[in-house]
């Protein structure tokens, strides 16, 4: 029931742009993405909604193909403060609090 | 606000004590979730609730219990710790389907 995430790590030089990818094998309510750098909490980024809605950070966009259960969050221009690991919940109902987290995707941005 | 607070912030038990990790939020959330985390893994929801009264188990339950009785706090039990659960544990809060909002974690070791 855990979504799956790929790749497991990226790394990029500053500049460069990267997508990470969440799949599900169950039809899905939500997908949210977040960031943890290492020794904090996980931090939002992103919320897509079955139906369109989306919220999230200005600079942050990801995409939400519901008939294939898949998600995408997209990285451009990168710079330092994007390293981290990025995870991706996901809900299959709405309303019943029961969000389940992909194994993540370590991104390090290089110099 | 103070948003979501959790203590102890670290512990150590040995194998067969029992003991209560804390978690209260201050923004009048429904929806609260305990999840734990693995060194290098992603998060494994423990239980959540969806107001106080109800809770449900997440997919790895055993050896932790929960109560909530009231909206502000969530308290995670362990009842006899056990080396696999030393990791941190996590707990979120939210308000409907919008984002988690997580605690600065406790890190527990099991001896």
């Known amino acids: 029931q855990q979504p799956v995430q790929s790749p497991q790590a990226v790394i990029l030089r500053e500049g460069e742009d990267a997508v990470i990818n969440c799949s599900s094998s169950k039809a899905l309510y939500s997908v949210h993405w977040y960031r943890q750098k290492h020794g904090e909490a996980p931090v939002f980024l992103m919320i897509?909604?079955?139906?369109?809605e989306q919220k999230g950070h200005e600079k942050i966009s990801a995409s939400f193909n519901e008939k294939k259960q898949q998600s995408s969050l997209y990285l451009t221009a990168s710079q330092l403060s994007y390293s981290g690991t990025y995870f991706c919940g996901t809900e299959a109902l709405r309303g019943n609090n029961d969000m389940r987290f992909g194994a993540g995707t370590r991104l390090t941005v290089k110099p | 606000n103070a948003g979501v607070t959790q203590t102890p912030k670290f512990q150590v038990l040995k194998t067969g004590q029992s003991m209560t990790l804390q978690c209260a939020q201050d923004?009048?959330?429904?929806?609260m979730s305990w999840y734990r985390q693995d060194p290098g893994m992603g998060l494994r929801l423990i239980h959540y609730s969806v107001g106080a009264g109800i809770t449900d188990q997440g997919e790895v339950p055993n050896g932790y219990n929960v109560s909530r009785s009231t909206t502000e706090d969530f308290p995670l039990r362990l009842l006899s710790a056990a080396p696999s659960q030393t990791s941190v544990y996590f707990c979120?809060?939210?308000?409907?389907?919008?984002?988690?909002?997580f605690g600065p974690g406790t890190r527990l070791t099991v001896t």
């Open positions: 897509l909604l079955k139906g369109g």
């Open positions: 979120a809060s939210r308000f409907g389907t919008d984002e988690q909002y």
């Open positions: 923004m009048n959330h429904e929806y």
